[in-house]
């Protein structure tokens, strides 16, 4: 049956796990890198955040990306929304 897995992801945007149901062993509540909390949801929306498409098929060679925008309801996630933020942040400086 062909379905995305879930996407486990920090505040930073590191990608913890984009298998998060079928790779549990991998999850983390915090990011090894940076520390932030992880998320697995649209802190706008709620929906699940697309991990990993599974159709039966092992795909290798494809490396998975944090997304930048929740398909559920257009809102950036919180990594994008912090470099907006310092973006206008640095515009406004100048």
Avoid: R
């Amino acid at each position: 049956m062909d379905h995305h897995d879930i996407a486990q992801i920090c505040l930073n945007g590191h990608c913890i796990n984009s298998a998060y149901n079928k790779l549990p062993q991998f999850n983390q509540d915090f990011c090894d890198k940076c520390g932030e909390k992880t998320i697995t949801q649209c802190t706008e929306c709620g929906v699940n955040i697309l991990g990993d498409y599974e159709n039966g098929v092992m795909a290798i060679g494809f490396e998975f990306h944090s997304p930048e925008y929740c398909h559920n309801c257009g809102k950036p996630f919180p990594w994008l929304a912090k470099k907006i933020k310092a973006a206008i942040e640095m515009a406004e400086l100048e």
